[in-house]
């Protein structure tokens, strides 16, 4: 068996080596009977072939059944490492291939549903490209979700879950460090969840059920046993009716959950510390697919201070009140108001990345713990990026008591069996506890400044679309 050498691996060390490459046809041109060129892409990456008719190597019938391959068919091509005269433009890879042999593994249909090409190319550079009176078409984006399989194969798109993928592991490497653990909690629940968000209802065997809205209860009932530092990744259900940038009805949740020895604070220490290693890494490590992103969405490095900003929600209102907006100090903030403060706290500290804490009760679920000193607040907070929400956290309520008291004031139906259940495993001891759950799809989106949370989905769904 011949072994492969992957496209991104062909450089200018392999001159005259004969390598074995396989990849896709992403672009076919002849040049008259006697000479084709491929373009083969593998990972993003791409490596110009040559076929040039010769007595004892290439015949005119190879050179003929490589123009009449489709492209992104799959093929495998047997050749010479060579040098080219100039620059390659078209390929990302600097050095080319003379063609010796070449198969077809699959055959792609003759037609794509969009065209690739355009589909990867910047918004910049698709409105140059019209301006010269260029023949495109503008991809959009139902068309791209609907073909899906298809959109992830640009590089960027390539990129972007490659990004979303070392984020995950970065916030496992660091909750590792201390001293965290990984589990599951179940996805399905008896009853209606925690409340606070819709629900996606389904029948459990003859059991009114739904689908978890977030790891809440069951990642508590956890720190009720003995485990005191836990964190999950895995799927969240909402069955939102907002259809917008930044709401998705399925998505990826990183929760973290942990004893609290004096303050809720130790929570915000650990986002803090967290998200600085995170964006550390994104931009020590993580370089190319960055500069593989900006290419076609172009985006300025997020700003974020070593140790992360903390504002009280009431210092908010007052920075947002010396701007003359005025918003109900205990109230929730609305989206636009969230954006706005993103700005005057960009201006006022140079970042972009800041933690509000100390949220008014009325505005957070029935679990937070109200504020010790007897006041309207609570032990929460929230995490912005680029005025976006990225996580909400805070102390829970751990006496039963209280909790359900607490339930009660929020309209919660107590006597359901999963909040019942919830409220009375903390009759038997458990330490002052707290966490937070962050929205995987909304970091990628936000670190990257990108417009839309479907470009950070793999297979999106929302209100309207379950499929593919
Ligand atoms: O703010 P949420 O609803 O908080 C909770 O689920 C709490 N149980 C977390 C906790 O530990 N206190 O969701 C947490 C995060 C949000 O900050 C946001 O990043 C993301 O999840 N999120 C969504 N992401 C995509 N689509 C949606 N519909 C989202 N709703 C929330």
């Given at each position: 068996?011949?072994?492969?050498?992957?496209?991104?691996?062909?450089?200018?060390?392999?001159?005259?080596?004969?390598?074995?490459?396989?990849?896709?046809?992403?672009?076919?041109?002849?040049?008259?009977?006697?000479?084709?060129?491929?373009?083969v892409r593998r990972r993003g990456c791409t490596v110009q072939c040559i076929l040039t008719v010769?007595?004892?190597?290439?015949?005119?019938?190879?050179?003929?059944?490589?123009?009449?391959?489709?492209?992104?068919?799959?093929?495998?091509?047997?050749?010479?490492?060579?040098?080219?005269?100039?620059?390659?433009?078209?390929?990302?890879?600097?050095v080319e291939i003379q063609v010796r042999k070449l198969y077809c593994v699959d055959r792609a249909?003759?037609?794509?549903?969009?065209?690739?090409?355009?589909?990867?190319?910047?918004?910049?550079?698709?409105?140059?490209?019209?301006?010269?009176?260029?023949?495109?078409?503008?991809?959009?984006?139902?068309?791209?979700?609907?073909?899906?399989?298809?959109?992830?194969?640009?590089?960027?798109?390539?990129?972007?879950?490659?990004?979303?993928?070392?984020?995950?592991?970065?916030?496992?490497?660091?909750?590792?460090?201390?001293?965290?653990?990984?589990?599951?909690?179940?996805?399905?629940?008896?009853?209606?969840?925690?409340?606070?968000?819709?629900?996606?209802?389904?029948?459990?065997?003859?059991?009114?059920?739904?689908?978890?809205?977030?790891?809440?209860?069951?990642?508590?009932?956890?720190?009720?046993?003995?485990?005191?530092?836990?964190?999950?990744?895995?799927?969240?259900?909402?069955?939102?009716?907002?259809?917008?940038?930044?709401?998705?009805?399925?998505?990826?949740?990183?929760?973290?959950?942990?004893?609290?020895?004096?303050?809720?604070?130790?929570?915000?220490?650990?986002?803090?510390?967290?998200?600085?290693?995170?964006?550390?890494?994104?931009?020590?490590?993580?370089?190319?697919?960055?500069?593989?992103?900006?290419?076609?969405?172009?985006?300025?490095?997020?700003?974020?201070?070593?140790?992360?900003?903390?504002?009280?929600?009431?210092?908010?209102?007052?920075?947002?009140?010396?701007?003359?907006?005025?918003?109900?100090?205990?109230?929730?903030?609305?989206?636009?108001?969230?954006?706005?403060?993103?700005?005057?706290?960009?201006?006022?500290?140079?970042?972009?990345?800041?933690?509000?804490?100390?949220?008014?009760?009325?505005?957070?679920?029935?679990?937070?713990?109200?504020?010790?000193?007897?006041?309207?607040?609570?032990?929460?907070?929230?995490?912005?990026?680029?005025?976006?929400?990225?996580?909400?956290?805070?102390?829970?309520?751990?006496?039963?008591?209280?909790?359900?008291?607490?339930?009660?004031?929020?309209?919660?139906?107590?006597?359901?069996?999963?909040?019942?259940?919830?409220?009375?495993?903390?009759?038997?001891?458990?330490a002052p506890h707290g966490g937070f759950g962050v929205g995987l799809e909304r970091v990628v989106?936000?670190?990257?400044?990108?417009?839309?949370?479907?470009?950070?989905?793999?297979?999106?769904?929302?209100?309207?679309?379950?499929?593919?």
């Open positions: 068996k011949k072994k492969r050498t992957l496209v991104q691996d062909l450089n200018d060390g392999l001159k005259g080596n004969m390598v074995v490459v396989r990849g896709r046809a992403q672009a076919i041109r002849a040049v008259g009977k006697k000479m084709a060129f491929l373009v010769s007595q004892d190597l290439v015949s005119s019938q190879m050179v003929k059944f490589a123009t009449s391959l489709t492209r992104e068919s799959i093929i495998e091509i047997e050749g010479l490492v060579s040098l080219p005269a100039q620059p390659i433009t078209g390929a990302t890879q600097q249909a003759p037609t794509l549903p969009f065209n690739f090409d355009d589909a990867a190319r910047s918004d910049v550079d698709i409105e140059k490209a019209l301006q010269a009176g260029e023949q495109l078409v503008r991809v959009n984006q139902d068309t791209r979700l609907n073909y899906r399989f298809l959109d992830i194969r640009t590089p960027t798109n390539l990129g972007i879950f490659r990004l979303q993928y070392q984020i995950q592991k970065i916030f496992c490497q660091f909750l590792e460090s201390e001293d965290f653990f990984g589990i599951h909690t179940p996805k399905t629940l008896a009853g209606s969840s925690e409340g606070g968000s819709a629900v996606f209802r389904l029948d459990y065997k003859g059991t009114p059920a739904c689908l978890a809205q977030s790891p809440q209860l069951h990642k508590q009932l956890s720190i009720c046993g003995d485990f005191d530092r836990v964190f999950e990744i895995g799927p969240v259900f909402r069955a939102e009716d907002s259809f917008t940038h930044r709401h998705l009805c399925e998505f990826t949740g990183l929760d973290v959950e942990m004893e609290i020895d004096e303050h809720y604070s130790e929570v915000m220490d650990i986002v803090d510390r967290l998200f600085v290693t995170m964006f550390d890494f994104l931009n020590e490590e993580c370089s190319e697919l960055l500069e593989v992103i900006n290419r076609q969405y172009p985006f300025k490095p997020l700003k974020y201070l070593r140790k992360t900003l903390r504002l009280s929600f009431e210092e908010g209102i007052q920075i947002l009140k010396e701007a003359g907006v005025e918003v109900d100090p205990l109230g929730d903030l609305s989206t636009e108001t969230e954006r706005k403060l993103g700005q005057l706290v960009l201006e006022k500290y140079d970042t972009e990345f800041y933690i509000l804490y100390r949220y008014p009760l009325s505005v957070r679920p029935f679990y937070t713990m109200p504020s010790h000193d007897g006041t309207e607040y609570s032990n929460s907070f929230d995490v912005f990026i680029r005025g976006e929400e990225i996580i909400s956290g805070g102390q829970r309520v751990h006496v039963a008591d209280l909790l359900r008291e607490r339930a009660q004031a929020c309209g919660i139906d107590v006597t359901s069996k999963t909040i019942s259940t919830y409220i009375d495993s903390f009759r038997y001891g458990t989106m936000l670190f990257c400044a990108l417009n839309n949370i479907r470009k950070t989905s793999l297979f999106p769904r929302d209100p309207q679309r379950i499929v593919p």
